[in-house]
């Protein structure tokens, strides 16, 4: 019966160790996410601050082109700001096992050209330059729009934030037998 009792308790310290690794893990997931999740939100934000003291600005909102272009940067980050609010919920979704993705043909250019357009104010600012170079004659495949979007956005905005020379960033597209390749480098 003392063996017995042995092994239950080391079985029961096994157990509680087990335990205490899984929350300690699932506590340092819950901080990345946290933390990828202020730094998703800060970037559109401050977009949306330096369009819109551009348009405060008289002498560039005085051409209506200009107003145009930076009306359109605050109406987009504040689309990206919704989308971000969307996947908190998809990922509260993915804990409950309810995720589904929502595939559809769509053009991966338009996606990437949309995307980098978010970003040419902020690398207007800092003297840098975005290249694109989408060769690929069939982009079209089944992506989630959102995760795909969020994940070309991630990669530009990564090259703009660690870079400390003016940032570079180039993102190439080419076709291979099994599907597409993108490519996107800087050189921070």
Do not use: C, W
Not at 100 to 120: C, M, Y
Not at 156 to 170: G, S
Not at 174 to 187: L, Q, R
């Amino acid at each position: 019966s003392s063996i017995f009792f042995f092994l239950l308790t080391v079985t029961a310290f096994i157990l509680a160790f087990k335990i205490i690794f899984q929350q300690k893990k699932l506590s340092d997931m819950k901080n990345d996410f946290i933390s990828n999740m202020t730094h998703e939100l800060k970037t559109p934000i401050a977009t949306i601050s330096i369009a819109s003291e551009m348009l405060k600005d008289n002498t560039i909102s005085a051409d209506s082109n200009n107003r145009k272009k930076y009306a359109n940067i605050i109406f987009t980050e504040n689309k990206r700001l919704a989308n971000h609010v969307e996947q908190v919920l998809q990922i509260a979704k993915l804990e409950n096992g309810e995720l589904e993705l929502n595939k559809a043909d769509r053009h991966l250019h338009l996606i990437i050209e949309s995307v980098a357009e978010r970003f040419l104010l902020q690398l207007e600012e800092l003297g840098g330059e975005i290249i694109l170079d989408l060769e690929a004659k069939n982009d079209i495949f089944k992506v989630d729009e959102l995760h795909f979007s969020n994940m070309i956005n991630n990669l530009i905005d990564n090259a703009i934030k660690y870079n400390d020379k003016q940032p570079l960033i180039k993102i190439n597209t080419y076709n291979i037998i099994t599907g597409i390749v993108i490519e996107v480098s800087d050189n921070g």
